[in-house]
């Protein structure tokens, strides 16, 4: 019996919906579609990374490029993500990080994804390894990189304290000599025709304290040649943070270069509500006509060498340590994160240990720096003493990127929860500033900052790097107690239009690529 022509009818639609549907690859079922050319994201919250109101829409990838945000029907072979309605936005740029360190080993870090972030840059407080071994050169850091590709991008500051390292080796308590800055302008040439972002200094650490601001102006109007921009940890955060943001001005001003203060803060007691000031200088420093910005994660403790607390690095002088334990940061608040040679330590307040020592707090930190400097030995601790509305009004500031500071797996909880952290707390739970605006300081604005043209905003023919999660259940789970805790909420995350992060796990894609400064040297 032949079917009638309405049955016929429903037929054939029925084959072709069969047909369309075996064609349309769905991205949850299959790893195999993480590599696919062509992507469609229907049914997102999309905000496009400048600040904007989201809309509802698709977004159509192909060969790693946004092809076009609207409403689109998908052609046989495409594969469909169903984003029902969450926010999907540019990948996170983490503009100051030292997960590189840990790439090598964790090509697909579920630290990073997992709190949406496509792109790292390293090289930051002047300082950059080869993954963990000595450094060499960007150029290599980059061969490297490209031999062993990870899930997400690389880019790089050129960093002065390891040139500094380098030339000056153990003598580095002085100025640097006429010749030494030239061996250090030329590594510094070398690196920035490698693609480097920029310079970078880490002037409250060795070797670069000892720098004079001379110094840094020199190599700094070497990175301006070449379009390149300046990022400091400034030379104090505490006792002279005045003086230190008054050296960056005076660095961007002489150079003539764009500047970013990193990882803002006012980490000394007395110091507390007085961002507002810092901004005021800030923005009067903008208005003279200077490219000033800044970064800052979202905790109240910041994670270094233990020497940052005696400024002069005078390890004997008892007065200088009894005033920063009490002006600077109290023993209850440092936990030492590492001290090499005695993992027993690792854990443990200043002022826990002093009382298992039997030894005074100022006393116990003079004799574990003077050990450490005698013996060569790393040690790290974690200072709880930045203030909450210092952090809420920095952050506020049109100016100030969203980082973390952190690593792969970090000691400390911003290398696991810093972007879910500030949606979290500080989007969601405080209203300190808009869902739109924390987008955009986690993805157009370091791209700004950093001077990348091509990623940070969701528009066509940008870089395919997105992050789709859900704004009501995104969370941080790291903590100072337990750092080791993933970010959740984070629902898909594609890197060059590869799909990296599936609901919760890595995928086999490692499509990162190197960013280089896309500026030449000016003639």
């Not at 029925?14 to 050319?37: M, N, P, R, W, Y």
């Not at 989201?54 to 998908?74: K, Q």
């Amino acid at each position: 019996m032949m079917p009638s022509k309405t049955n016929f009818r429903a037929l054939t639609l029925g084959i072709c919906v069969l047909f369309l549907f075996a064609c349309t690859k769905q991205a949850e079922l299959s790893d195999e579609s993480s590599t696919s050319s062509v992507w469609i994201i229907q049914n997102a919250l999309v905000y496009d990374g400048l600040g904007n109101d989201p809309v509802n829409a698709d977004v159509r990838i192909e060969n790693g490029i946004i092809s076009g945000v609207g409403h689109y029907t998908p052609a046989p072979g495409d594969t469909v993500w169903q984003a029902n309605g969450l926010a999907l936005s540019p990948g996170f740029i983490d503009p100051h990080s030292h997960h590189d360190t840990k790439l090598m080993q964790q090509p697909a870090p579920k630290s990073a994804l997992a709190q949406g972030i496509t792109t790292i840059v390293s090289g930051l407080d002047g300082g950059a390894s080869t993954f963990g071994a000595p450094f060499v050169s960007i150029a290599h850091n980059f061969s490297v990189f490209q031999e062993n590709p990870a899930a997400i991008n690389l880019a790089y500051f050129a960093p002065h304290d390891s040139y500094r390292e380098i030339v000056m080796g153990d003598d580095f308590k002085r100025a640097a000599t006429s010749e030494e800055l030239d061996q250090m302008a030329a590594m510094l040439r070398r690196d920035l025709e490698a693609g480097a972002l920029g310079l970078s200094t880490g002037l409250e650490y060795e070797p670069s304290l000892y720098s004079q601001t001379s110094e840094v102006i020199e190599l700094a109007k070497i990175a301006a040649e070449y379009g390149g921009r300046y990022s400091s940890h400034i030379r104090s955060e505490d006792i002279k943070v005045t003086e230190a943001i008054d050296e960056v001005l005076t660095i961007a001003r002489e150079a003539n270069i764009p500047a970013n203060i990193s990882h803002i803060k006012l980490a000394m007691y007395e110091l507390h509500g007085d961002a507002a000031s810092v901004l005021e200088k800030l923005n009067k420093a903008r208005d003279e006509g200077l490219d000033i910005t800044a970064d800052i994660y979202p905790y109240d403790g910041w994670k270094a060498p233990m020497a940052i607390l005696m400024p002069e690095r005078d390890y004997t002088d008892r007065a200088a340590a009894e005033y920063s334990l009490n002006s600077i940061a109290a023993p209850s608040s440092i936990t030492i994160s590492d001290y090499e040679g005695e993992p027993s330590y690792t854990g443990k307040t200043l002022e826990e240990l002093a009382i298992e020592e039997g030894l005074d707090p100022a006393d116990l930190m003079m004799q574990l720096l003077q050990r450490a400097e005698q013996e060569g030995l790393n040690e790290r601790v974690i200072g709880r003493n930045i203030g909450e509305q210092d952090i809420q009004t920095f952050m506020q500031w049109p100016f100030t990127a969203i980082t973390t500071d952190g690593g792969i797996d970090d000691s400390h909880p911003r290398g696991q929860g810093t972007f879910a952290r500030v949606l979290a707390n500080y989007v969601r739970d405080k209203n300190v500033i808009s869902l739109s605006e924390a987008i955009r300081k986690m993805t157009s604005l370091p791209a700004h900052n950093l001077g990348i043209t091509d990623r940070g905003t969701l528009k066509q023919g940008f870089a395919a790097d997105l992050v789709l999660f859900d704004p009501h259940s995104i969370q941080d789970h790291a903590t100072f107690e337990d750092s080791l805790q993933y970010s959740t909420g984070i629902d898909a995350v594609w890197v060059n239009g590869e799909l990296v992060w599936n609901k919760g796990s890595v995928t086999d894609a490692r499509p990162g690529q190197i960013i280089r400064r896309r500026n030449t040297k000016s003639d």
